[in-house]
């Protein structure tokens, strides 16, 4: 075995979620983990839904990943998606790079650090829900101090030269919108539709989007520059800093109306906001809640933007190893999405996040790994494991 047949095994095991189960990956990863001698346990819940993590957790430093992965249709892609063939010196498949072949590393990293004799100086993590809530995945080992809040390093895919140190904030609305209802053929002189209700809210939702927010730290405001640089080169964008600098939204599920000659009485709709730093949730909130009066807007899902240190040991160790593989300068950025690391941070972990993979295609069709990027990434890890193996 090598860390590409490993990759490609992981691959192979589905693990998509919803729905969740990931006992057969889970125990794949028990299997590797018993085979190197790193003692783990296993928390498990409804619907197959299972975590592993080290034993006896030592709270030096904790290597993490998740091994769901959202699902994929086979249509349109080059490969099964399930299929993890190995071709044109890549893995292919979903989850090859959100975060399977970090998943890969981390194990390979630690198989050859104990190869060499080494005790391992770290604690490990994979859990089963990121891609959903975190609810039964790193919230519950959370909940039930099973780790140590240490230094951490969660192995999800980053440009090769610069980990990532923090990232926005994030704020999920339920809204329910009700209307009056009448004949459809009076409206809008009479009636109240709740379907226009929504698409207010959503044209106000618009105008906050405008807004650009000045974090109010020169430092971090240098690290918004050169992760806007950056996101710009990966995406071809023009304009990739409003996306770290201004709320951006996803009106992501709208339902509602009754038939199309009725005024619609009622309508719901889900709203994903981005939050950047130097924005308030609360006045944010409230500012939304005021210009939605008929409607009941609650709040399923909310977290505050995060960054690590710069100077944190962890972020210190993080650029040196990369600088070290790589042979080219390493600079932190600060991430547009949302990761397990925002539930690490709120529990006093340092975080940093620093994985292989292809960003452009993650979530996507062809989704895939490129062998040098998951080679690299365990080179990465193992210096990693030696810097803490001297503490």
Request: glycine letters at 8%; hydrophobic letters at 40%.
């Amino acid at each position: 075995m090598n860390i590409t047949s490993l990759c490609a095994d992981l691959v192979r095991i589905r693990s998509e979620n919803p729905p969740g189960d990931t006992r057969e990956i889970i125990a794949y990863i028990r299997d590797f983990s018993d085979g190197i001698g790193i003692k783990t346990r296993i928390t498990r819940s409804r619907g197959g839904r299972q975590n592993l993590f080290s034993a006896l957790p030592r709270g030096r430093l904790l290597l993490c990943g998740h091994v769901d992965v959202v699902p994929a249709l086979s249509h349109g892609w080059s490969h099964d998606p399930y299929s993890g063939e190995i071709s044109d010196g890549k893995v292919w498949g979903r989850g090859t790079t959100d975060m399977k072949g970090g998943c890969a590393a981390i194990l390979w990293a630690c198989k050859n650090f104990i190869d060499s004799g080494r005790e391992l100086p770290a604690d490990l993590a994979f859990v089963c829900d990121e891609e959903t809530s975190g609810t039964r995945g790193i919230q519950a080992i959370l909940a039930k101090k099973s780790l140590i809040p240490c230094d951490t390093l969660i192995a999800e895919p980053t440009p090769a030269l610069s980990p990532n140190i923090g990232q926005k904030g994030l704020m999920r609305l339920c809204c329910t919108f009700r209307g009056q209802p009448g004949h459809g053929s009076l409206y809008p002189a009479r009636g109240v539709s709740a379907v226009m209700e929504a698409f207010s809210l959503i044209e106000f939702i618009k105008t906050l989007h405008q807004r650009e927010y000045d974090p109010g730290d020169p430092d971090l405001t240098a690290i918004l520059q050169e992760s806007a640089h950056i996101l710009g080169e990966i995406f071809a964008m023009d304009d990739a800093r409003t996306i770290l600098s201004h709320i951006m939204f996803n009106p992501g599920k709208i339902t509602g109306g009754e038939k199309a000659n009725i005024v619609a009485q009622q309508c719901s709709l889900e709203l994903d906001l981005r939050i950047p730093w130097g924005c308030s949730l609360q006045d944010l909130f409230e500012e939304i809640r005021s210009h939605a009066p008929r409607a009941e807007i609650g709040i399923t899902s909310i977290s505050e933007p995060t960054i690590t240190p710069p100077g944190s040991p962890i972020v210190a160790r993080l650029l040196a190893e990369i600088e070290k593989v790589h042979s080219q300068p390493a600079r932190p950025i600060v991430q547009w999405a949302a990761s397990d690391a925002r539930y690490l941070r709120r529990e006093g972990f340092l975080v940093a996040e620093y994985g292989p993979g292809e960003i452009k295609t993650l979530h996507a069709i062809d989704e895939h790994v490129r062998i040098e990027s998951l080679e690299n990434a365990a080179r990465v890890y193992e210096g990693i494991l030696e810097q803490y193996a001297e503490i």
